[in-house]
């Protein structure tokens, strides 16, 4: 199951991406029985905000939104027009602020950047079920 949206950009968009992510879910939930824990929903809504808010402060123009769903995993990507590559910053717990892409990195399975013919994709994998090793 995938599902895609166009994200304006605009101060809403990031409250928008988080409902059409639990949305998203909600369906797949009912539709393939799949079974989304309570973390998967969680870390899900955590990592569409913070890659859309990194979007939304760092490149100018429309979002992407996709979202698909395995038996395993739900996959989140964003794609945004600047081609700048992010990096995660080393960590430093004085700092206040811009450690999205860390938290992102932290609590995905997969994470990856993908250079594309205009902008970048930024793609998350969190795992639909709990399991060993994997609480917080």
């Given at each position: 199951m ?5 994200l304006?950009g605009?101060?809403?968009?990031i409250?928008d991406?988080r409902?059409?992510a639990?949305?998203f879910?909600d369906r797949?939930?009912?539709e393939q029985h ?6 998967a929903r969680d870390?899900t809504?955590l990592v569409?905000s913070e890659l859309v ?10 979002v992407?939104l ?15 027009s600047?081609?700048t590559?992010p990096?995660?910053r080393?960590a ?15 609590v995905?399975?997969d ?5 594309e013919?205009?902008?970048k994709?930024?793609t998350?994998r969190?795992?639909l079920?709990?399991?060993p090793g994997?609480?917080?």
């Amino acid at each position: 199951m995938r599902v895609g949206y166009a994200l304006d950009g605009d101060d809403s968009c990031i409250a928008d991406a988080r409902r059409h992510a639990a949305a998203f879910l909600d369906r797949a939930s009912a539709e393939q029985h799949l079974p989304v824990s309570a973390r998967a929903r969680d870390l899900t809504a955590l990592v569409v905000s913070e890659l859309v808010t990194n979007t939304r402060k760092y490149a100018p123009g429309p979002v992407r939104l996709e979202l698909r769903i395995t038996a395993r995993v739900v996959e989140v990507t964003v794609w945004d027009s600047d081609p700048t590559m992010p990096a995660a910053r080393a960590a430093d717990p004085n700092r206040i602020g811009q450690h999205g892409l860390e938290i992102v990195k932290a609590v995905a399975e997969d994470f990856a950047v993908q250079r594309e013919a205009v902008g970048k994709r930024i793609t998350a994998r969190i795992p639909l079920a709990d399991g060993p090793g994997r609480g917080f």
